[in-house]
């Protein structure tokens, strides 16, 4: 009964909380029973067709890695440059850009124009989310820094309230996509009221505290001005190999409730990706964490991650999926390909192995 109390938040932080980390501090990733209503119909593959429709590449938590700073490693090295063609990679930028501070790793993360050039500007990201436990580690002059910074890069971004509206509409191969990222924590630091960031108790199992008629009202009117709906979740709990049976019931009834494809972050592992249906009975995906993509951690489970890419026609609706699981290696600062003969491959779900491509 007590995880289902658990947030893994700051702000709500309790006694529990404090033994469940130093459990997993202790021991390793927790892996609970998969909720009984998680969809076990495998994911399609990546279909004949795929130059038809909208590809997106997916991708975890970037975060501050100093060390991949000061040794400034070709990082994508070894990455297959197909992987990255896509018409939109999104990504959740776990740290603000502060140029005033310098370059700063946990707890408060800080990057730099410099360090943004080594690990995200080769990717070409599309959209990213900002909306995290992260986002305000320098406070709201941290987070209009960013801001500003994205925008003279002329990278969208999403996360934070402006002009009345919670999400950004971007036209992807002529067709209109509705965009947000809300984050279920800011660190138990505060919004500013002119910076706004998208901020609900997502890991709560109240729905009259987590939002959830919130969330519902934004993805209505996602909807309504664009083809397609894309949902970002900074939620979970981290270092748990699965979702809650909570994040479950949420993430099918956003499906039903008009959202195309979510995508979640922020449990620093692999978790699984399922099938549900929308509206319309057509498939959408849900993906429950990306884990990290780069990341400061050490432990094996925090450096196994995955390029997924997502295949979906106009309306949204799922085509197919290829996935590429990677270890990030300390030794040479590059990703090398995951093989389900290898020890590491037990942090992937067996739902990303299911439409895995297997590198040459």
């Known amino acids: 009964m007590r995880r289902t109390e658990l947030e893994g938040t700051l702000e709500h932080f309790t006694f529990w909380d404090a033994l469940d980390y130093a459990d997993k501090a202790l021991f390793g990733p927790f892996k609970p029973s998969l909720p009984q209503a998680l969809n076990p119909s495998p994911i399609p593959e990546k279909p004949d067709n795929a130059d038809q429709f909208i590809a997106l590449v997916l991708l975890g938590d970037v975060m501050v890695n100093k ?21 939109l990679l999104f990504a959740n930028l776990e740290f603000p850009i502060q140029p005033a501070t310098p370059l700063r790793g946990f707890p408060r993360f800080n990057g730099s124009t410099e360090y943004f050039d080594l690990v995200l500007a080769p990717l070409g990201p599309g959209c990213l ?27 969208p971004y999403v996360g934070r309230r402006e002009g009345g509206r919670s999400f950004k509409t971007l036209t992807i191969r002529g067709r209109e996509a509705s965009i947000t990222g809300f984050t279920h924590s800011t660190n138990r ?27 519902l009202k934004t993805v209505a009117e996602m909807k309504e001005a664009g083809d ?57 995906l849900i993906i429950y964490s990306l884990g990290n993509w780069v990341t400061n951690m ?28 990677f270890v990030f290696s300390y030794r040479d600062m590059t990703y090398h390909p995951l093989r389900q003969d290898s020890p590491q491959a037990k942090y992937v779900p067996s739902s990303f192995w299911e439409c895995m491509v297997r590198e040459s």
């Not at 099918?252 to 929308?278: C, F, K, M, T, Y």
Request: glycine share 8%; with cysteine.
């Open 67 to 87: 060390l991949v700073f000061r040794r400034r490693p070709d990082v994508y090295a070894s990455l297959p440059a197909r992987i990255l063609e896509c018409d």
């Open 129 to 155: 989310n900002i909306a995290n436990n992260h986002c305000l580690d320098m406070g709201w002059e941290g987070l209009e820094a960013t801001v500003d910074f994205l925008q003279r890069r002329s990278i």
């Open 189 to 215: 630091r505060r919004n500013h009221a002119h910076s706004p960031v998208n901020f609900l108790r997502l890991n709560n199992c109240n729905s009259e505290l987590n939002g959830f008629d919130h969330l």
């Open 228 to 284: 397609m709906v894309l949902l970002s979740l900074h939620w979970g709990l981290e270092f748990e190999l699965g979702p809650t049976a909570h994040q479950v019931d949420m993430a099918h009834r956003l499906i039903e409730g008009g959202v195309d494809l979510l995508i979640g972050h922020h449990p620093h592992v692999l978790q699984p990706a399922e099938i549900w249906p929308g509206p319309d009975g057509a498939p959408r």
């Open 298 to 325: 050490r432990k094996i489970a925090t450096r196994v991650t995955a390029a997924l890419k997502a295949w979906v026609n106009e309306e949204g609706q799922l085509q197919g999926v290829e996935t590429h699981p």
